[in-house]
């Protein structure tokens, strides 16, 4: 148990649905982090919340929302995906996003988009 | 930016040693981690390194040499559940203390 959790763990989806990916982290962290990790290709940051307030966000597509309601929830909305997409998409937490803290990761999110 | 650069993979017999080395590119350094990864599971924490040494832990060991941009982890008598990917990430002297991830090197070990 990692103390971040995440749901669904598998999700198919088609390139016209909205769906949304869930973390909770259960740690008393500030930070909160999405990755996205494609076969051979390292880890890609996606988004970064610390206390509630975005503080990166890496280029990524708009077809990829986040939202972060509190500091131990972090939902990552998603619309209109392309199969590039598929990926399997992690959540992170860390005391804070400053300090350079380990990150504590959930078991992450498979997706497939078809 | 950053380049960090990890072999692919890797093989090793039950009981042996094994090191997986990592190099890196950076505009400035402030610290290395190595994370292990299950195939279907979270990333989880190995080791930290700031500055040049080894750091040992268990079975496993970090060594670091900043003038080189080098790391690599030492695992020794390996077991069959070591076989995983191993993470390399670095984070940069930037504004940022975020660090950036290599490509993890997947090690399987044999019976």
């Known amino acids: 148990e990692t103390g971040v959790t995440q749901t669904p763990r598998h999700l198919v989806m088609g390139m016209t649905n909205k769906k949304s990916l869930k973390c909770e982290q259960h740690?008393?962290?500030?930070?909160m982090y999405w990755y996205k990790q494609s076969a051979k290709k390292p880890l890609e940051l996606m988004f970064v919340?610390?206390?509630?307030?975005?503080?990166e966000n890496n280029s990524v597509p708009s077809r990829f929302s986040p939202e972060c309601p509190n500091s131990s929830h972090l939902f990552l909305h998603l619309h209109t995906l392309q199969p590039e997409d598929s990926a399997l998409y992690l959540c992170?937490?860390?005391?804070?996003?400053?300090?350079?803290?380990?990150?504590?990761f959930g078991p992450g999110t498979r997706l497939t988009v078809l | 930016g950053q380049n960090i650069d990890q072999p692919t993979e890797m093989t090793a017999t039950e009981g042996a040693i094994v090191q997986i080395n990592c190099t890196y590119q950076?505009?400035?350094?402030?610290?290395l981690f190595w994370y292990q990864q299950h195939a279907g599971e979270a990333p989880t924490f190995l080791s930290y390194?700031?500055?040049?040494g080894l750091e040992e832990k268990g079975r496993f060991s970090s060594f670091l040499s900043r003038s080189k941009g080098y790391s690599y982890l030492l695992l020794k008598e390996l077991q069959m559940k070591d076989s995983a990917s191993y993470l390399c990430?670095?984070?940069?002297?930037?504004?940022?203390?975020?660090?950036?991830f290599g490509r993890g090197t997947s090690l399987i070990v044999h019976p």
């Open positions: 992170a937490s860390s005391q804070d996003s400053s300090s350079g803290d380990e990150q504590f």
């Open positions: 740690l008393g962290h500030n930070a």
């Open positions: 919340y610390s206390l509630e307030e975005r503080v």
């Open positions: 950076t505009s400035g350094f402030n610290g």
């Open positions: 390194n700031v500055l040049d």
């Open positions: 990430a670095v984070r940069d002297a930037g504004g940022s203390y975020i660090p950036t």
